[in-house]
T-cell receptor, first 118, second 116 residues
Framework: DTEVTQTPKHLVMGMTNKKSLKCEQH?????MYWYKQKAKKPPELMFV???????INESVPSRFSPECPNSSLLNLHLHALQPEDSALYLC?????????????????FGDGTRLSIL | QKEVEQDPGPLSVPEGAIVSLNCTYS??????FMWYRQYSRKGPELLMY????GNKEDGRFTAQVDKSSKYISLFIRDSQPSDSATYLC????????????????FGKGTLLTVNP
């Protein structure tokens, strides 16, 4: 079992639905990340939160909206997604960089939410 | 030339074999090197984390970094069927370097099968 927990494990939604992905870690990490992974490809960075503030947005479409309610939780709100958004969405965490920059500490991943858009 | 090159395999070996997995890279700013193991339908699991050059050993796994050749390796001794997975190398530069070096740059992953 990983120390980064993601729910739900699977999600099927229509293009007009609104849903949220959730991520929780209890390792005391202050940097949290969202990645998207397509089949047989490496993960692609989407967002980085450092000390609960959004520090990096990799030009992700606005239909993806991240939120960090506290240092242990990370959400990804989804709205009006497209079929090409179907993928495995991974959350990761690491020790933070208190200067607000991305951390070089090793990232620990959850098992992801497998998202299918109909 | 891609920033990180990794042979996607597939690589098939008999149980007990020594496995060698490799990545080459072009960005001389990379200083942090990682190996992740990803089982089917699971997230990447951190196996090894190395800063700068040198070797690191953890049980049956040994990571080597040769910055002069821009080449990193992961060796698995006495391979087991449970080692069957995709192995991803990943690397990044200092958080204080410029451009997009802050990101983890992954190789494409090597699919390994260890046959009983």
């Amino acid at each position: 079992d990983t120390e980064v927990t993601q729910t739900p494990k699977h999600l099927v939604m229509g293009m007009t639905n609104k849903k949220s992905l959730k991520c929780e870690q209890h390792m005391g990490h202050r940097a949290m990340y969202w990645y998207k992974q397509k089949a047989k490809k490496p993960p692609e960075l989407m967002f980085v939160y450092s000390y609960e503030k959004l520090s990096i947005n990799e030009s992700v479409p606005s239909r993806f909206s991240p939120e960090c309610p506290n240092s242990s939780l990370l959400n990804l709100h989804l709205h009006a997604l497209q079929p090409e958004d179907s993928a495995l969405y991974l959350c990761a965490s690491s020790q933070g960089n208190n200067r607000g920059r991305i951390s070089n500490q090793p990232q620990h991943f959850g098992d992801g939410t497998r998202l299918s858009i109909l | 030339q891609k920033e990180v090159e990794q042979d996607p395999g597939p690589l098939s070996v008999p149980e007990g074999a020594i496995v060698s997995l490799n990545c080459t890279y072009s960005n001389s700013a990379f200083q942090y090197f990682m190996w992740y193991r990803q089982y089917s339908r699971k997230g990447p699991e951190l196996l090894m984390y190395t800063y700068s050059s040198g070797n690191k050993e953890d049980g049956r796994f040994t990571a080597q970094v040769d910055k002069s050749s821009k080449y990193i390796s992961l060796f698995i001794r006495d391979s087991q069927p449970s080692d069957s997975a995709t192995y991803l190398c990943a690397m990044s530069a200092s958080a204080y370097s410029g451009g997009s070096n802050y990101k983890l740059t992954f190789g494409k992953g090597t699919l390994l099968t260890v046959n009983p």
